[in-house]
């Protein structure tokens, strides 16, 4: 159980950090406005806007089997 938390918990740290590295990155491209190199060119921080989000996402993850919430797996919850 030990092994675990420290696990969870260097997941969510690396997670974290991730996510706010990606997150500075893409919101730099905002405030730069850049655009993809392209025949139609779209703003690049809309494609990368997922990154960050996916790393927030992962971090939540870490953070509540840290603090010890059950999470249902997939087969629980068609079960239910």
């Given at each position: 159980a030990v092994l675990m938390k420290l696990v969870h918990l260097i997941g969510l740290v690396a997670a974290l950090?991730?996510?706010w590295i990606t997150g500075t990155e893409t919101m730099k491209q905002y405030v730069g406005n850049i655009f993809t190199m392209a025949?139609?060119?779209i703003p690049k921080w809309i494609i990368s806007v997922t990154i960050p989000y996916g790393?927030?996402?992962a971090a939540l993850y870490f953070l509540r089997?840290?603090?010890g919430e059950r999470v249902q797996t997939p087969t629980e919850v068609i079960s239910a």
């Open positions: 950090a991730a996510a025949h139609n060119p790393f927030g996402s089997h840290l603090l």
